[in-house]
C-alpha cells in the first residue's frame, strides 16, 4: 500500500496561487495513476484532478478546469497540484490519493490509499 504525505496548504486571498504537494512511498507509485480530492466544511469529498501513471493524461473538475494544474514526478514519488486564481470556496481540507491502476477511470473508487490532507483557506 502507498503511504501519502501532502504539504503546502495554507491561507491566502483571493486570487492567489498555492502549490500543493505529495510525498509517496511505496515502490508501486510509478506504476499508478494519482489524484487530488477536496472536502469543504459541511460538504462532501470531491475529486478534484488525477493524473496517469506517466503523466500522459490529466483530469479536471470542471470547478477548477484552467486554474489548477496537475503534475507528476515519478523520479521522486511525487505529485503535486498548482492551484492558481484561487478563490474562496476552492476553501477545503485537500487530499491526495493513490489510484489502484495506471489511469483514472472517473470514479473516486479509482483510489486505495489517501493521505491525511492539508488545509487550504482562501478568505480576504
Known amino acids: 500500500q502507498v503511504q501519502l504525505v501532502e504539504s503546502g496548504g495554507g491561507l491566502l486571498q483571493p486570487g492567489g496561487s498555492l502549490r500543493l504537494s505529495c510525498a509517496a512511498s511505496?515502490?508501486?507509485?510509478?506504476?499508478?495513476?494519482m489524484g487530488w480530492f477536496r472536502q469543504a466544511p459541511g460538504k462532501e469529498r470531491e475529486f478534484v484532478a488525477a493524473?496517469?501513471?506517466?503523466?500522459?493524461?490529466?483530469y479536471y473538475a470542471e470547478t477548477v478546469k484552467g486554474r489548477f494544474t496537475i503534475s507528476r514526478d515519478n523520479a521522486k514519488n511525487t505529485v503535486s497540484l498548482q492551484m492558481n486564481s484561487l478563490k474562496p470556496e476552492d476553501t477545503a481540507v485537500y487530499y491526495c490519493?493513490?489510484?489502484?491502476?495506471?489511469?483514472?477511470?472517473?470514479?473516486?473508487?479509482?483510489?486505495?490509499?489517501w493521505g491525511q490532507g492539508t488545509q487550504v483557506t482562501v478568505s480576504s
Open positions: 490519493a493513490a489510484g489502484t491502476g495506471p489511469h483514472y477511470s472517473g470514479s473516486y473508487k479509482s483510489f486505495a490509499s
Open positions: 511505496g515502490r508501486t507509485f510509478s506504476s499508478i495513476a
Open positions: 493524473i496517469s501513471w506517466r503523466g500522459g493524461r490529466t
